[in-house]
């Protein structure tokens, strides 16, 4: 943008807490209804799956009625209490307001990919999914700058081409499901609430919500402790984030492998097969954060310079990279064995190890160290620190819920046990 790009940076960076909640409510209402369904038509009852999906249907009406009101009536408070700036807090409002108050294709869309993929029509959720990313894609530069004729929009258009994306997902999965998903039975008695059905949905799905809420609130947190230092230092952290995630996406696809494998394993009650997914999960992922690490550290600089940031902010945004990658060998020990903890039916600890590495060992921590940090910004490096700090600590208590798990769980089983 040729005005006020950085803030708009900085204004998606205060937006994202509230984006990444609604993500975490509708996967994890779609986790706990992919379950169930799968469970319900493993057992041959149909009636109950149609009543799952129905009664998940509603639950994600309500859920955007929050959100809708909340686009309403809240985000100026809500981006009020992370800056003063008024460019920045208009900014972080308008492209909020939007996203609240069409959020309809991100609360939904999470529930028909897990319809489909709960009844092994992963292909049709995986179009949907490209779908909406694509048209964002597009949409972003038409929208933002003005092309094709249309209006000049800025930030507000960004968010009209994030929410435009996430209906265009969340209608393919909903045309998919009603003309491709035979298996679930459809019609308005299925829409009929039954409080045993949510509960049994929110019994698997709430630990997820749990988990995934964990990143709104920290960020949530941080952008708070940042802008109180500088801005700049909220803006370098948010590019730092997004430019993270391609290392971590890749860990955590790892993990959703190392799932499946280690529970098949210990639904076998194969010892050495358990062992073995616990060790090569471990050294892959570990293989794939160390790669994620030298990649930032060798090109942490042009990375940077794609923002097109001012002086300060650039520099801060290189050593956040410098700093903060330093973490990922750790976070990869942490999220490798969450999955192996989830495999194991541990999932108390996987959710420990969460909380720990997304806010016990974060917030605290940075709060204490963004004391330290002068008004000149030299020494702001010093605030990054906390990331490789907390995924330390959580890895060492990682590694004793191991040993522990696997001495109740694993080493009282037979080595050639089938």
Request: proline share 3%; with cysteine; net charge positive.
């Amino acid at each position: 943008m040729a005005e006020n790009g950085e803030a708009a940076l900085n204004a998606l960076t205060l937006a994202f807490p509230v984006q990444m909640l609604m993500v975490a409510i509708g996967i994890g209402t779609g986790v706990g209804t992919n379950a169930l369904l799968s469970k319900s038509l493993g057992q041959g009852d149909k009636e109950k799956a149609g009543f799952t999906a129905g009664n998940a249907v509603v639950l994600a009406c309500i859920i955007y009625v929050v959100f809708l009101l909340f686009g309403i009536f809240g985000v100026r408070k809500y981006a009020a209490s992370q800056t003063e700036n008024p460019i920045i807090l208009g900014m972080t409002a308008d492209y909020l307001r939007i996203c609240c108050i069409l959020s309809m294709g991100i609360v939904f869309f999470p529930i028909f990919e897990k319809l489909l993929q709960a009844t092994g029509l992963s292909v049709y959720s995986t179009i949907a999914q490209i779908t909406g990313a694509v048209v964002n894609i597009v949409l972003d530069p038409i929208l933002i700058y003005g092309l094709l004729g249309l209006p000049e929009m800025g930030v507000k258009g960004a968010a009209y081409a994030t929410v435009i994306g996430q209906i265009a997902s969340f209608a393919a999965a909903l045309i998919f499901h009603l003309t491709q998903n035979k298996d679930v039975p459809k019609g308005a008695k299925y829409f009929r609430l039954s409080e045993k059905i949510i509960k049994n949905i929110y019994a698997i799905g709430f630990p997820a919500i749990i988990a995934q809420a964990l990143m709104s609130v920290m960020t949530y947190c941080l952008n708070i402790i940042l802008v109180r230092v500088d801005e700049a230092l909220v803006t370098a952290y948010g590019l730092y984030y997004k430019i993270q995630q391609f290392v971590l996406f890749a860990a955590f696809g790892l993990r959703d492998a190392i799932t499946p494998i280690v529970s098949f394993s210990h639904g076998m009650k194969n010892k050495k097969r358990i062992k073995e997914g616990e060790k090569y999960g471990i050294i892959y992922t570990l293989i794939i954060m160390a790669a994620g690490f030298l990649l930032l550290e060798i090109f942490a600089s042009p990375f940077s310079a794609l923002f097109s940031l001012s002086g300060t902010t650039q520099s801060l945004c290189i050593s956040a990279m410098k700093v903060i990658s330093v973490s990922f060998v750790f976070a990869g020990v942490n999220i490798a064995l969450q999955g192996v903890f989830q495999a194991l039916d541990s999932g108390l600890e996987s959710l420990i190890i969460s909380v720990c590495r997304q806010f016990l060992f974060v917030i605290p921590v940075a709060w204490a160290l963004s004391k330290l940090v002068d008004s000149s910004l030299e020494n702001a490096w010093v605030i990054w620190l906390t990331f490789p700090f907390a995924e330390a600590v959580s890895a060492a208590i990682s590694c004793i819920f191991l040993m522990r798990i696997n001495k109740k769980k694993v080493d009282t089983l037979s080595d050639n046990a089938a």
